[in-house]
């Protein structure tokens, strides 16, 4: 049993991480912090939890987090995370951070698309948190960057063809979107209800945070520097990421073919499922899980590969991942607490 922290337990990731941690059978939920809501109990913020989670929120202190927790995840915006994580490392603690602040490898390409980063000397050391590709180097590490939640599902969806190097890598597309939770729970206009519903809409066009994200992570896997259009669109849902990848095909291969290296590269993988033929992924299908959904075709007019992904931003695209890493980093079986099944309807 080992007692965690939830550090930034107030949006909608850290209510979801303990959601999952308070079902964890290996898991004591230790602490769980709040600048804002210092000293209210986490279910009065969260109903939900009500009867289950019992604990009040602290103040994002150092010394007393330590203190309560041998095990910390940082749920805090981005810059946020960075003030705080490496005094836990040097308290000795392990640490998943779920922010952007260490996913990045290259402290000129982080400060590019965020800002001035304070502890640099930690970006060689984090470890991006994909177990699907890096799950080696997760369990001994001492910082996880848990991953973002569009790369997550662009990288399950486009790894086995940059792996077998069937694709021009030039001509990569992905058309992404995503439920409004992945926007956070803080009050904004364009997350407003009368802002989303019945909307639809592109944003962060030709330059969104992910994009560099998503180039490091697809290198690292074709083993050649990436570059590709991202586009993101906001869906008037609460969870959910469906990202439709898109690529000139360069092997003679039938979409059997395909689908036996899709099924090679995945028979192993829990949390991957290639569905089956003509069934392709919906959002409704991963709502809650931990599960990303693929499929994928040839056009025979175009030449192109298509690939699909479904994940929920919130598990598999956040706090189910997190939780996936922390049982690698601990040596539990890797889907411990997180092998329940979608919510469906």
Known sequence: MIKVAIVGASGYTGVELA???HAHPE?????VTSRQNVGEELAALFPSLHGAITQV???VDVDLVCAKADFIFTALPHRTAMAVVPAFLHAGKRVVDLSADYRLREVSVYE???QAHTSPELLAEAV????????DKIAPARLVANPGCYPTSVALALKPLLVEGLVDVSTLVVDAKSGTSGAGRAAKVAS?????NEGFKPYGVAGHRHTPEIEQTLGDVAGAAIRLTFTPHLLPVNRGILSTCYAQFTAALSVADLRAIYRNHYEQEFFVRLLPEGVWPNIANVRGSNFCDLNLTLDPR???V??????DNLVKGAAGQAVQNMNLMHGFEERLGLAQLPLFP
């Open 112 to 114: 590019q698309w965020y």
């Open 27 to 31: 898991v004591e939920i230790a602490c």
């Open 302 to 304: 175009t030449g192109k």
């Open 57 to 59: 929120c602290d103040d």
């Open 19 to 21: 959601r999952l941690l």
């Open 306 to 311: 298509i690939v699909a992904a479904a994940i």
């Open 192 to 196: 407003l209800f009368c802002e989303v």
């Open 128 to 135: 991006y948190g994909l177990p699907e590709i890096y799950r």
